[in-house]
């Protein structure tokens, strides 16, 4: 089955400083990566995701980058707020029955003032 | 606008127990699934369903069944609670195909 590896577990940052998560997958049929945010006592929300087709997206100050050949891809946040704080979570799924997602470990970021 | 409910924020279980999560959304969505998420270890896959009286096991199915009579609604059901399966449980939906989850709020349960 696939595994995700997501790196690194914790990460801190001062306000208006870049964040970078990665994860790598091992599954070489994956071709749909979300990325969900979950703020304390929340639920994990969905901020992004790319498809296999795709290299780069980005939505204002959330971007995503895949490397296929590479199996991995990675989360950048610009211009960190405080309000980025919170554990983010990569995940991987193929097409099949029910396209079942595996998520990595988490990242919790901390943004500083 | 809440649209993935789960039935219990909180839940407190004796050893032993029969212990059912109940899980509903709205969106018509063809695909259910059931974590649990521990620190470190991230959202772990138990079981999922992708149509009424259709499920599968996850990667952790062990000491738990579930039940899709509806298409809206999800059970999962601890056979036999232990205390190892204090945990937060989130339900999640999507669409068929790839798309990305909507999860419900989560229902943290002690097995005490």
């Known amino acids: 089955g696939e595994n995700v590896e997501q790196h690194p577990s914790t990460l801190s940052v001062q306000e208006g400083d870049s964040a970078v998560i990665k994860c790598t997958y091992s599954?070489?049929?994956?071709?749909?990566f979300p990325w969900y945010k979950q703020e304390l006592g929340k639920r994990p929300q969905l901020i992004i995701d790319?498809?296999?087709?795709?290299g780069e997206k980005k939505d204002q100050r959330i971007a995503v980058t895949l490397n296929k050949t590479a199996k991995h891809f990675s989360l950048h946040i610009t211009e960190t707020q405080p309000e980025d704080s919170a554990v983010y979570f990569c995940?991987?799924?193929?097409?099949?029955?029910?396209?079942?997602?595996?998520f990595g470990t988490g990242t919790r970021l901390q943004v500083t003032l | 606008d809440v649209k993935v409910t789960q039935s219990s924020r909180y839940l407190v279980k004796r050893t032993g127990e029969k212990v059912f999560l109940e899980c509903v959304q709205d969106?018509?969505?063809?695909?259910m699934f059931w974590y649990r998420q521990d620190p470190g270890l991230g959202l772990r896959l138990i079981y999922f369903?992708?149509?009424?009286?259709?499920?599968e096991k996850g990667d952790i199915p062990e000491g738990y069944s579930v039940s899709r009579e509806k298409k809206e609604r999800f059970s999962l059901i601890l056979e036999s609670a232990s205390t190892n399966q204090t945990s937060m449980y989130l339900c999640?939906?999507?669409?068929?195909?790839?798309?990305?989850?909507?999860f419900g709020s989560g229902t943290r349960l002690t097995v005490v």
């Open positions: 999640a939906s999507s669409f068929r195909g790839l798309y990305g989850y909507t």
């Open positions: 599954d070489s049929a994956s071709n749909y």
């Open positions: 790319i498809r296999s087709n795709v």
């Open positions: 995940a991987a799924s193929r097409e099949g029955t029910a396209s079942k997602l595996t």
């Open positions: 969106m018509d969505h063809e695909n």
């Open positions: 369903s992708y149509d009424v009286k259709m499920k």
